[in-house]
Every structure is written in C-alpha cells, then in structure tokens.
C-alpha cells in the first residue's frame, strides 16, 4: 500500500515518521540527551550512538555487497541519491536496534515508546516507497540481533531496563 500520491493526513504522518529515523535525527537528538542528560542518560546516549554508528556501518556493507536498487518513485529524493540501494533499510535497522535496546538500558516509558514508534517508522519506509517489504524485515531483524550483541558485550539484560 503506497500513500505517495495520496494527499492528507495520513500522507503527512507518513512523511513525517518515514524521516524520523533519519541519522541525523537520531544524533542531534542523542548529543542533546549527552549535554542536558544527567550521568545515567549520558551512557545511554553514548550507548545508542556507538550502536547506531556500528549498525550503519554494518548497513553500508550489506547495501554495497547486496545492491538491491530502491523501489521505482519519486518520493525520497535525497535517499535515492545518496543511498540508492534499499537492502537492508538502515532505517529499520535502527528502528530495530533502539527497540532492543531499550530493552536493555530502558527506561520503560522509553522501551514503551519505541515499542509504539518503531514498527511504524520502520512501515513508513515502505508505504512511502523508498523500501521493499523485504529491506524493512531483515534490516529490523538486523537491528534487534546487534541490540543483543551490544547486550552481550556490555553484559546488560532486560532486568537493567525494568529497574530504570
């Protein structure tokens, strides 16, 4: 179901979380969280944002050895431009990734938020048609198994979050 050619509300929500999963967004918002954030906060941002940084690169990788181009359309511009290849979505892999680790270093109401917010910014790349079913499922699935790595290597498990 594409609501690229569609006008109105539900185009516009779309838009708007198909691009909040952009890096940049991501980042502004962590170094900002890094500055105002008290010494707990300051680890998670530090956390999100090595992961983050981890998972694009792994991302990057994967597009250059996959290739697979985007979707045909003209919604998307600059991600056709400057990444026109579309497995895995980076975005749902990030969406996955901050999922699992809010899991892992919470807060709840955080872990509660993502839980809502990912899937749909993850469904959002698809519906705007910039990504295939496919991209979007394995970058999320991509994204979830690095969030248990970093778990494992930093020795976290969900009780961290439930406590928080």
Excluded: C
């Amino acid at each position: 179901m594409s609501v690229v050619k569609r006008q109105g509300t539900l185009r516009s929500l779309a838009m708007f979380l198909a691009h909040s999963g952009d890096s940049w967004f991501w980042g502004m918002g962590l170094a900002i969280v890094w500055f105002v954030g008290n010494y707990e906060w300051k680890q998670r941002a530090l956390v999100m944002s090595m992961s983050i940084l981890g998972t694009a690169l792994i991302v990057l990788i994967l597009k250059l050895a996959f290739r697979r181009r985007r979707p045909e359309g003209e919604w998307g511009e600059i991600y056709r431009k400057t990444d026109p290849n579309s497995f895995p979505s980076g975005h749902a892999a990030r969406a996955g990734l901050l999922l699992g680790l809010g899991f892992l270093i919470g807060p709840v109401w955080f872990t509660l938020a993502l839980v809502i917010y990912s899937p749909l910014m993850a469904l959002a790349r698809i519906v705007m048609g910039v990504h295939y079913l496919s991209d979007v499922i394995v970058g999320y699935l991509l994204g979830i198994l690095i969030s248990m790595a970093v778990g494992r290597v930093l020795n976290l498990t969900i009780l961290n979050a439930l406590g928080s």
